[in-house]
């Protein structure tokens, strides 16, 4: 006779694709030890300590060796809604008001169906005749070190597009963003014209989000709603 309880839930069930890098990744259900930490995390309203929570959850819960640290924020969205729906159910339900009369109507969104659109743009940037600058999406740390309470939007696009930067090409160098200091980056960044500078903003303002078109009729006013959901926070509102 063996006093040793049989093990629960070990085994990954599940695949989803990592949206920035298109792979293919297994991951199991969040636990109860797992779910408690979330629930915590998410009450504190603490928005910093609600991703970390996040993060932590997709590394408990994928199987394949991935390294976090290089994920985006929409990978993060998209791959926590994912492994909740699966851990949770696929359907939660959420309160959106109504565009004409602002009621607050509860509607069911299947978690399943969400997607995360990566536009196919040219991410080499030319800013002049004989520079370059390969630009990337920025990992989700760099929106964690930079993001803070009640910012504007244009204020962190300022912040992080230093961190949008993964090479500088000329026509005999290639100088990755790696090898070279954030001081460096940044004096480089400040030393472009309006219009340089512009081609990297637009880039940044690019990049993907979560969606997934809803439509319901107002319990108030019976206005017929289409909207788009976009980003983690309009999900779990
Ligand atoms: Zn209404």
């Known amino acids: 006779m063996s006093n040793v309880l049989p093990k629960l839930n070990a085994t990954p069930s599940h695949e989803l694709t990592i949206p920035s890098t298109q792979r293919t990744v297994s991951y199991r259900p969040y636990l109860v030890k797992e779910e408690k930490i979330l629930l915590l995390a998410f009450e504190s309203k603490d928005q910093k300590a609600a991703l970390k929570a996040m993060i932590n959850t997709i590394e408990a819960c994928v199987s394949d060796t991935i390294n976090v640290s290089k994920l985006t924020m929409f990978d993060i969205e998209y791959m926590f809604t994912q492994i909740r729906s699966k851990s949770v ?47 990337k999406y920025p990992s989700f740390e760099v929106f964690i070190n930079n993001w803070q309470e009640e910012m504007k939007e244009a204020e962190l696009t300022y912040k992080i597009v230093n961190h949008c930067i993964s090479a500088v090409i000329t026509e005999d160098t290639r100088i990755d963003a790696e090898d070279v200091s954030e001081q460096e980056i940044a004096t480089f960044v400040e030393s472009m014209n309006a219009q340089q500078f512009k081609k990297l903003t637009d880039f940044v303002s690019t990049m993907p989000t979560m969606k997934k078109d809803i439509s319901f009729t107002c319990g108030s006013c019976s206005h017929n709603n289409e909207q788009t959901l976009a980003g983690i926070s309009d999900f779990f509102s």
């Not at 959420?94 to 009621?103: D, F, G, Q, R, T």
């Open 89 to 135: 159910g696929e359907s939660t339900k959420i309160m959106v008001k109504c565009s004409e009369c602002e009621h607050g109507n509860e509607v069911s969104v299947d978690l399943s169906q969400v997607s995360v659109d990566v536009p196919d743009i040219d991410n080499n940037i030319k800013i002049s005749d004989e520079i370059t600058i390969e630009a």
